[in-house]
């Protein structure tokens, strides 16, 4: 069973965030609680409630809107603390990718050794080091 993120499935459904915490809250759609508390709509939801056809025809979103060339999938290794930023390791394919986010975002989504990821490489923030 796939789950979305409340505002992925808003944007699929076509409706605000807070309207899809109303219509959970109201029982109008179904909910997963994550082992942190925050909820996830099941895909088949938003289908029931767009119908079939539109989740055929829908425009690809999220991870699905990026070029498979651009996007890799890892592991995280290790997750290093320095003041408001972290560096996160992500093993893909036996290479590591080293990346510096926020504090808040590595804590966000819950990232730790062991957790799965998508890489995301957009050419302006690739530096070439000599090897």
Same mark, same amino acid.
């Given at each position: 069973?796939? $789950?979305? +993120? $409340? ?7 076509? /409706? ?5 915490? !109303? ?13 942190? #508390?925050?909820? *996830? @709509?099941?895909?088949? =939801?938003? =289908? +029931? ?8 025809? +829908?425009?690809?979103?999220? $991870?699905?809107?990026?070029?498979? *060339? ?7 290794? =290790? ?7 972290? !560096?996160?390791? @992500?093993?893909?394919?036996? !290479? =590591?990718?080293?990346?510096? @986010?926020?504090?808040?975002?590595? *804590? ?12 995301? /490489? ?7 080091? +000599? #090897?």
């Amino acid at each position: 069973m796939e $789950l979305l +993120r $409340l505002q992925v499935a808003a944007e699929m459904v076509g /409706v605000s965030y807070p309207t899809i915490k !109303q219509w959970i809250y109201a029982g109008k759609i179904h909910s997963v609680k994550t082992a942190g #508390g925050h909820h *996830r @709509i099941p895909r088949s =939801e938003v =289908e +029931r409630l767009t119908g079939a056809d539109h989740a055929k025809s +829908r425009k690809p979103i999220g $991870l699905e809107a990026i070029s498979g *060339r651009n996007k890799l999938l890892g592991k995280v290794t =290790e997750v290093r603390y320095e003041g408001l930023l972290a !560096q996160i390791t @992500i093993d893909v394919g036996g !290479q =590591e990718i080293t990346s510096i @986010i926020t504090s808040d975002a590595t *804590r966000s989504l819950g990232l730790k050794r062991g957790v799965t990821v998508h890489a995301l /490489v957009k050419a302006t923030e690739v530096m070439v080091i +000599r #090897g």
